[in-house]
């Protein structure tokens, strides 16, 4: 199943985020952050850390750096 998540993210970052006008204002970006979060806490950890690190990314957000914790 990681595999699989990863694999997904990894086409996500080469496919469809370089068409995406915005970018990420954090660093690293929400897409390298759910595949450090993946690969460190595996699929339903690094999954939600993830999902919490999307939802906080949006236009009002400040940004910056973020690491995986």
């Not at 699989?4 to 204002?25: D, E």
């Not at 970006?29 to 806490?41: D, F, N, R």
């Amino acid at each position: 199943m990681k595999k699989i998540v990863i694999a997904l993210i990894k086409g996500y970052r080469k496919y469809i985020s370089p068409m995406k006008s915005t970018k990420c204002p954090y660093f690293p970006t929400c897409s390298e952050y759910g595949l450090q979060a993946v690969e460190k806490y595996g699929v339903i950890k690094g999954g939600l850390l993830a999902f919490w690190r999307i939802l906080r990314c949006n236009p009002f957000s400040k940004g910056g750096y973020d690491p995986v914790p």
